[in-house]
């Protein structure tokens, strides 16, 4: 057994320690010294999970995308509207064999239209260069438009029949 020194403890001054109540002085002196080492003991990282990590382009592609996708929601948040005719649909996104991912319900009279395919632009730019860059691949299907009214004074996408 080691001491809080590193040395050997002597087993009959052991037990004379422990006659003397000592025992559990000499447990927490020596316990932490072989926490410490049992940690020196670790599983090397898998080599994969960081390059996946520290690829920065791509990461910064994530976080830009995720900024982009946020400003889309915000721009059409305020749905309100008084006709169907004020409610469109409108396709965000890449998939990798083309077309929109998803489609972004908003009133044409409360969104900034112009802003909003700017910042689209931008969002399927990104999403198809990350598409690319991984390799991606999807079934091809394409989404339909959906139908759109006014209903109860905001937009909201009909149910397909």
């Known amino acids: 057994m080691l001491d809080s020194d590193g040395g050997i403890v002597n087993l009959s001054a052991l037990h004379q320690i422990n006659k003397q109540g000592s025992f559990m002085r000499l447990v927490v ?3 932490p010294m072989l926490l410490v080492l049992a940690g020196c003991t ?7 999970a960081l390059l996946t990590e520290l690829d920065g ?5 994530q976080v830009d995308g995720r900024q982009l996708y946020q400003r889309m929601q915000k721009l059409t948040t305020d749905k309100s509207c008084s006709s169907d ?15 929109p ?9 409360q969104t900034d239209q112009k802003m909003l395919a700017i910042t689209n632009d931008r969002y399927s ?14 079934i091809c299907q394409q989404l339909t438009t959906p139908a759109v009214a006014c209903r109860d004074r905001q937009c909201i996408e009909l149910p397909t029949p």
């Open 85 to 99: 005719k004020q409610c469109q649909a409108i396709g965000i996104g890449a998939k990798p064999c083309g077309g």
């Open 101 to 109: 991912e998803q489609f972004l319900v908003f009133s044409n009279q």
């Open 42 to 48: 670790q599983t090397p990282p898998d080599k994969n």
């Open 57 to 61: 382009p791509l990461a910064q592609m």
């Open 29 to 31: 002196a020596v316990l």
């Open 125 to 138: 730019k990104i999403r198809r260069e990350q598409q690319q860059r991984l390799g991606l691949r999807s």
